[in-house]
């Protein structure tokens, strides 16, 4: 009996094995090629003044919660510092400085140091993935930033986007789908963490916000959708 349930095992790994491979023959898709210069800057710039950059700039506090409240934030643009919260814990995080970050539990500050800095460094790695769901669009000329223009089969023109250092994941790009005014509709990823290249994730739900920028409520990876929580942009606190 057991020599037959691991046959079954070893059966079951098998099929799901093969599955993931054909998945990823089906839907995996090659890095494109583009092409870096002005008009890849332009492109980038029109994207720029569609969703209002200068009002970004401009805007000292965000806040939002990933996936319906999951993480929440609340960003000092200009102190450099960020509030990030999930269950019991709150991280009062120093961007600049992340050993100066406070690390809260139930109310009550941790001091023990490999606890602490745990802590901090989730509460990094969460800010920056949950943060470009919220603002990438704004990003496009952040140092370390490549852009290119690729050419798609309906003649539009899609830009290219590799972030070559900064970050947690160093070297993801992301193929940006925009309408004519240059105002973002998706973009495909090619990311570490998803062995699948190619995959289409939408920026939807677009609000202006009280500061005057332009930022999505909501996304949608295949069946999964993403929601930014309560989005606020503002200056006075």
């Keep these: 009996m057991f020599r037959k349930s691991i046959k079954i095992l070893i059966g079951l790994v098998a099929l799901l094995s093969i599955a993931s491979i054909i998945t990823y023959l089906i839907y995996n898709e090659p890095l494109p090629k583009g092409q870096a210069g002005p ?5 980038a710039q029109k994207m720029l003044t569609a969703i209002n950059n200068e009002a970004y700039k401009n805007t000292r506090y965000l806040e ?14 200009a102190l450099g510092k960020v509030k990030v919260s999930w269950d019991d814990i709150m991280v009062d995080l120093n961007l600049s400085q992340t050993e100066k970050s406070r690390v809260y539990d139930k109310g009550e500050i941790i001091s023990e140091t490999q606890e602490r800095d745990k802590t901090i ?3 990094i790695d969460l800010f920056n993935n949950d943060s470009f769901w919220l603002v990438a669009p704004f990003k496009v000329f952040d140092k370390g930033v490549e852009r290119r223009i690729v050419p798609m089969d309906d003649g539009a023109k899609a830009l290219l986007i590799t972030y070559t ?17 240059g ?9 570490k963490i998803i062995p699948i290249g190619g995959l289409k994730a939408t920026w939807d739900d677009w609000q202006l916000s009280e500061s005057g920028a332009f930022l999505p409520k909501t996304h949608s990876l295949g069946p999964i959708k993403l929601d930014m929580g ?8």
């Design 64 to 77: 939002w919660g990933f996936r319906n409240g999951e993480h929440t934030y609340k960003w000092d643009k």
């Design 165 to 181: 250092s900064g970050g947690s994941t160093p070297g993801d790009s992301y193929l940006w789908e925009l309408q004519p005014n």
């Design 121 to 123: 460094k989730k509460a």
């Design 39 to 43: 008009e890849a800057d332009a492109l």
């Design 183 to 191: 105002f973002p509709i998706s973009f495909k990823l090619w990311v």
């Design 230 to 237: 309560n989005v606020k942009a503002y200056n006075q606190d």
